[in-house]
């Protein structure tokens, strides 16, 4: 494949944050997209989905942290996926940590990232969702908004900021997410759990009775079962549409770098899908998994279907396997 031994390589030759710029600005500013679409995209009818009210042409999406301003929205159908998750998106504009921030495991195929939710806020990510409504450019895919909280934003207040975000940008989202699972924001891991997770998707639930948007919640790897559980009673108890499962991990056993932030790619596959079916077996089937964490192939993906999986997401397994990874994805799995 011409991506892997030719393409890929030079890429790693630079940092992964200015792959990461370079490639987005070259996708979103210029014809580069386009003259993909005939290669990557393609009608799957067979795998065409509906869960939590919404038709997904395939069940193969972009994760969040990828698209964090919702630059690419136009662009990435054209890389055939089958639907994407924008952000995480934070009520105010925030810088995220200093660099380098993100490490690349070539030979366990996987990266390290302590990115810290950079983004440019709310404000503008919705005004330029308005702009793409107003125009006429709505993708034909599902779009989800992955919500977080500020930095500076002590966890007895994070329930405002969430409900900042989704009052903001309840319009111009297909589904929400909330993420409480990024290792890389000081104390956000503790909003998992209990009280915090209450005043969390208490208001949240309040500006929504109905549930007329879809709200999901992101969870962690490295949670235990009891934890887990709890996490499924709330999802549950709070009507929330279903969970993804998981974000990155913190654990580096075994390791070639020991960089601190979260592990994603062929270090997370084995423990995400462990967490898909935990969920699956607690909540009985009832609550839609969209799956994330090391899938880099049909087989992976087959994987976690099979888990209890609905939908699946790609992150890293983008970075390594190139821009015709979703298309090859659903081959395989047709």
């Known amino acids: 494949m011409l991506y892997k031994s030719l393409v890929r390589p030079l890429l790693f030759k630079m940092?992964?944050?200015?792959?990461?710029?370079?490639?987005?600005?070259?996708?979103?500013?210029?014809?580069?997209?386009?003259?993909?679409?005939?290669?990557?995209?393609?009608?799957?009818?067979?795998?065409?989905?509906?869960?939590?009210?919404?038709?997904?042409?395939?069940?193969?999406?972009?994760?969040?942290?990828?698209?964090?301003?919702?630059?690419?929205?136009t662009i990435w159908p054209k890389l055939g996926f089958g639907f994407m998750e924008l952000g995480t998106i934070t009520p105010r504009p925030q810088p995220g940590n200093p660099l380098p921030r993100i490490f690349r495991l070539p030979a366990e195929q996987g990266l390290i990232n302590r990115l810290g939710f950079p983004n440019v806020g709310v404000e503008v990510v919705a005004g330029r969702l308005e702009k793409i409504q107003e125009a006429g450019q709505w993708p034909h895919v599902p779009v989800g908004l992955n919500l977080g909280k500020n930095k500076d934003t002590p966890l007895t207040e994070a329930g405002r900021d969430y409900v900042t975000c989704f009052r903001r940008l309840r319009d111009l989202g297909d589904y929400f997410v909330v993420n409480v699972s990024s290792p890389n924001t000081p104390g956000l891991r503790d909003l998992q759990q209990g009280p915090f997770l209450d005043s969390i998707l208490g208001p949240l639930r309040e500006v929504d009775p109905e549930g007329t948007r879809p709200l999901l919640l992101k969870i962690a790897p490295d949670l235990d079962e009891a934890q887990v559980a709890d996490v499924a009673n709330a999802v549950e108890r709070y009507r929330l549409a279903g969970i993804v499962a998981t974000n990155t991990t913190i654990d580096k056993a075994g390791l070639s770098l020991q960089e601190e932030g979260g592990v994603s790619g062929r270090p997370l596959t084995a423990r995400s899908t462990e967490i898909i079916r935990l969920v699956r077996r607690l909540t009985g089937g009832r609550v839609p998994i969209i799956g994330v964490g090391g899938i880099f192939n049909?087989?992976?993906?087959?994987?976690?279907?099979?888990?209890?999986?609905?939908?699946?997401q790609l992150y890293t397994g983008f970075v390594y396997e190139g821009p015709l990874v979703a298309r090859r994805i659903c081959e395989g799995l047709i």
């Open 15 to 73: 940092s992964p944050e200015q792959v990461h710029h370079t490639a987005s600005r070259l996708l979103t500013h210029t014809p580069l997209a386009s003259l993909f679409e005939p290669f990557a995209h393609r009608e799957f009818p067979a795998l065409e989905k509906k869960v939590f009210g919404l038709r997904f042409p395939n069940p193969v999406g972009l994760a969040a942290g990828f698209d964090k301003n919702a630059e690419g929205v």
């Open 298 to 312: 049909a087989a992976d993906a087959r994987e976690k279907l099979e888990a209890g999986a609905s939908l699946l």
